[in-house]
């Protein structure tokens, strides 16, 4: 068993006394102890196992947080075409694999105005009205538009590399 003592911040003790769960078990040498985790370790990070197939690693060096779709929109002309545009990007893999903002500003008289950007890029601006109906038709022509500004974007992020400049300055 073993005792230990924990000191708060205000200075007060108490002591928790905690058992060892291998107590029973027989002790191991310290040599065939480490060799046997350090088995178990390996055992663990392998990517096959007799379960399944291989794990396939990412194939992009990137963030492992990517593929996101950030609604700022505020009236329901500009909630119906966040819908519609998430919907018809879902499967999409260009943009699945950007991180895009949907932002509106709303104008009581001329409609909504809607951009569709990425970090400081802006790849799609309309005015919207305030009718629901169009927000599927423009949603398309906005995926069509992004998607092809996406991928323009990653051929000429190809093609010139300065390791001086950010990927955002090179623009």
């Known amino acids: ?10 200075g007060i003790s108490f002591c928790v006394l905690t058992t060892d769960i291998f107590a029973n078990e027989p002790t191991r040498t310290s040599t065939s102890s480490a060799a ?13 196992s007799p379960d399944g197939p291989e794990v396939q690693g990412r194939q992009n060096g990137g963030s492992e947080l990517t593929g996101i779709l950030v609604d700022r929109t505020v009236t329901m002309a500009g909630k119906t075409f966040y819908r519609a545009f998430s919907q018809q990007a879902m499967d999409n893999l260009i943009i699945g694999n950007a991180t895009i903002t949907i932002q509106e500003r709303p104008d009581a008289r001329w409609g909504s105005q809607i951009a569709i950007v990425e970090g400081n890029r802006m790849y799609f601006r309309t005015q919207l009205s305030p009718r629901i109906s169009e927000a599927d ?16 974007q ?18």
């Open 154 to 171: 990653q051929l000429a992020s190809a093609l010139t590399s300065d390791k001086d400049l950010g990927k955002e300055e090179l623009f």
């Open 36 to 48: 046997s985790e350090q088995a178990e370790v390996e055992a663990i990070n392998q990517l096959s």
């Open 137 to 152: 038709r423009v949603a398309g022509e906005a995926v069509e538009t992004v998607e092809e500004a996406l991928i323009q």
């Open 1 to 10: 068993m073993n005792l230990r003592c924990y000191l708060r911040v205000i």
